[in-house]
């Protein structure tokens, strides 16, 4: 089956400092990847999404970015944290060797406090 | 755009009481409806989903059913436990574009015995 390493659970980070979130896939390979966010009492926003290496669409303009330089690996970045950069971090995976596949297998997320 | 708008949390019940967490959605199109469920300490995971209209989805004793003309998928168990105790999310996926998920801003649920 397919699981999702996400690392690490929770991270405290000082305003202006980089971040780099990584995840990485196991049980199959070509998936489509995203990063979600959520922050405090709202759902859990799209970030970015990525259909293979190299190609990363992103769905709200904001301070951070993604690079996925291998099939199974999706990072996140940012050069200078914000406040506003606070919340759950989740990354996700999809299964696309069944064309009708709408399931998302999930990481266990980041909890990213910036101070 | 498409939109998830779940009941506020925390919701707290004792054990064996029954259980409803409203959901309802706005789409563009005919979306696929989940319920993911997160236990403290562990990924999401996929409860159950619908795919068309007066589908209906359980597992674990869950149940919600794809309701079109309120734009409802409702999640319901009839007797809950202390291992119910979780985060539960609701969402939506067309079939077109990116496929990616549209969640709703969870519903923590604490069952206590």
């Known amino acids: 089956s397919q699981t999702i390493h996400q690392w690490p659970a929770t991270l405290v980070q000082p305003v202006g400092s980089p971040l780099s979130l990584e995840c990485t896939v196991e049980?199959?390979?070509?998936?489509?990847l995203y990063w979600y966010r959520q922050a405090a009492g709202r759902g859990l926003q799209l970030l970015f999404y990525s259909v293979g290496i190299g190609q990363i669409s992103s769905e709200v303009p904001q301070n951070l970015s993604a690079s996925r330089p291998q099939d199974r690996q999706f990072i996140l970045s940012s050069k200078k944290l914000l406040l506003s950069d606070s919340g759950f971090y989740l990354c996700?995976?999809?299964?696309?060797?069944?064309?009708?596949?709408?399931?998302?297998?999930f990481g266990s997320g980041t909890q990213l406090s910036v101070l | 755009g498409n939109s998830v708008t779940q009941m506020e949390g925390p919701v707290t019940l004792s054990e064996e009481a029954f259980l409803t967490i409203n959901c309802t959605y706005t789409?563009?199109?005919?979306?696929?409806l989940f319920w993911y469920v997160q236990y403290p300490g562990e990924g999401l995971q996929l409860l159950l989903k619908a795919t068309k209209a007066d589908d209906k989805g359980s597992n674990k004793g869950f149940e919600a059913t794809y309701r079109k003309e309120t734009t409802s998928f409702h999640l319901e168990k009839g007797s809950v436990q202390v291992s119910d105790s979780a985060v539960y999310f609701c969402?939506?996926?067309?079939?077109?574009?990116?496929?990616?998920?549209?969640f709703g801003s969870g519903t923590r649920l604490q069952v206590q015995p």
């Open positions: 969402a939506l996926v067309l079939d077109t574009g990116r496929r990616a998920l549209t």
């Open positions: 996700a995976g999809r299964d696309t060797k069944i064309s009708t596949n709408e399931k998302l297998f």
């Open positions: 789409a563009t199109g005919y979306p696929s």
């Open positions: 049980g199959t390979s070509n998936p489509n």
